[in-house]
Antibody
Framework: QLQLQESGPGLVKPSETLSLTCTVSGGSISSSDYYWGWIRQPPGKGLEWIGTIYFSGRTDYNPSLKSRITISIDRSKNQFSLMLSSVTAADTAVYYC????????????WGRGTTVTVSS | QSALTQPASVSGSPGQSITISCAGTSSDVGGYNYVSWYQQHPGKAPKVVIYDVNNRPSGVSNRFSGSKSGNTASLTISGLQAEDEADYYCNSYTSSSTWVFGGGTKLTVL
């Protein structure tokens, strides 16, 4: 069945750019039936929606992060990526990638999450 | 966008029923039938238990049910079991074409 796997540096310095990739296996990222997204969870806190991308490249971003984030898709590699610029300690979190069904609130497949710490 | 409002904690004894509320506005919960609920055990990724207000994914126990009235959605768990102890989050589509989570509710099974 379809699986998602996050990857990227576990430690990022303040003011630098956080870059994560989500690799999709067992299915195609080019399906028109799904959106692909990022969610994060700071230590001991709740979930925060970061943004979503469709296979066409259309994106939607959290307004509070919009000025700092870029989500992109690489259909040839079956991957999508997150870039978050000018990071601070407040960006320390577990970052999850997930799949959401089109025309639904159903986020049915999640990655296991990757921990990113912002520290000098 | 503001997070949806959930109670910080709820508790119940095995076999009882509990309900977790998720309060929003007419621009999110009240405006669309795109509300989902996620269960998260410590150290694990969230898992969907209800989507589109009241739909249950295959494999999820029928003890989980969802509903919505006005700007408030609710998750009910009947016949509480020890394994239900977890954090629960609601999630809704918004009029800005974005999504927003609730602050989360810690369920304790006494």
């Amino acid at each position: 069945q379809l699986q998602l796997q996050e990857s990227g540096p576990g430690l990022v310095k303040p003011s630098e750019t956080l870059s994560l990739t989500c690799t999709v296996s067992g299915g195609s990222i080019s399906s028109s039936d799904y959106y692909w997204g990022w969610i994060r969870q700071p230590p001991g806190k709740g979930l925060e929606w970061i943004g979503t991308i469709y296979f066409s490249g259309r994106t939607d971003y959290n307004p509070s992060l919009k000025s700092r984030i870029t989500i992109s898709i690489d259909r040839s590699k079956n991957q999508f990526s997150l870039m978050l610029s000018s990071v601070t300690a407040a960006d320390t979190a577990v970052y999850y990638c997930a799949r959401r069904r089109h025309s639904s609130s159903h986020m049915d497949v999640w990655g296991r999450g990757t921990t990113v710490t912002v520290s000098s | 966008q503001s997070a949806l409002t959930q109670p910080a904690s709820v508790s119940g004894s095995p076999g009882q029923s509990i309900t977790i509320s998720c309060a929003g506005t007419s621009s999110d919960v009240g405006g669309y039938n795109y509300v989902s609920w996620y269960q998260q055990h410590p150290g694990k990724a969230p898992k969907v238990v209800i989507y589109d207000v009241n739909n249950r994914p295959s494999g999820v126990s029928n003890r989980f049910s969802g509903s919505k009235s006005g700007n408030t959605a609710s998750l009910t768990i009947s016949g509480l079991q020890a394994e239900d102890e977890a954090d629960y989050y609601c999630n809704s589509y918004t009029s800005s074409s974005t999504w927003v989570f609730g602050g989360g509710t810690k369920l304790t099974v006494l």
